[in-house]
Each structure stands twice: as structure tokens, then as C-alpha cells.
């Protein structure tokens, strides 16, 4: 039985429920604490991406099998003002919030899957992927 979590990210609240719901369906899938902290780490950046930069939107959380392997995916979607330039926001130091500039380089190093779709004024979603070893 796949299982899927969908939280509404509109106050840092979401940001906090996001985090927790990643964390118990990684647990329940059988990752160990450090991975574990790596998806809850991937989660709270993609989610506080959608708080500060497009105000709102969702992260769904689900368990993913594919030959054999069993995993958790990350959708984080929102309807916001895009990402003008991917490439830029995917080098390391890069920032607009004047944070360390660790998101999304940072999620695409945690995670072992990444893929970006951003629209300009229609919105972004972002999957990410993390296998059981």
C-alpha cells in the first residue's frame, strides 16, 4: 500500500507539520536516523522555499517502489512567481534571502533524485527522491 501526506504550507506552521510527517513516513519506511535527518532537512528547505518566495502552497510526502527499491519522494508545488533563472538558484552560495544560500543545492545533495519545473508567474514543483539503502 503506497502512502501519500499532503500539508498546506501557508505560515511556518506548514514548515513545522511538513517536517514532522516526512520524518514519520521515513521512519516507518525503514531509514535510519541520518537519513532520515537528511529528508526532513530536504522537506523544511523546499517548504520554507514555498513560505518565503510564493507565500503558499503544498509538499506531498509519499512512499515510492521502483525494481525492487523502496523510497520516499518529495513534491513540494506551488502557483508562485517561478524561478527566472535555475541554473543560477542551483549554484552553491547563491541566495535571495540573504540565507546561506544552501537550499536547493543543498536538497539536490541530500536527496538522490532531483528535477526542477518552474513557469515564470504559473508556479514551481520540485521532486525529490531518497532510496532505502
Known sequence: MQ???HVDIHSEWGIVAARQ???KLAREIGFGSVDQARVTTA???LARNIYLYA???QIYIEEVTSSGKRGIKIIAADEGPGIKDI???MEDGYTTSG???AGLPGVKRLM???KIDSE???GTTISAIKWLR
Open 3 to 5: 502512502v501519500q501526506t
Open 21 to 23: 510527517a516526512g520524518r
Open 43 to 45: 522537506i523544511s528547505e
Open 55 to 57: 507565500n503558499k502552497g
Open 87 to 89: 541554473r543560477r538558484v
Open 99 to 101: 540565507g546561506l544560500g
Open 112 to 114: 538522490d533524485e532531483f
Open 120 to 122: 515564470l508567474d504559473e
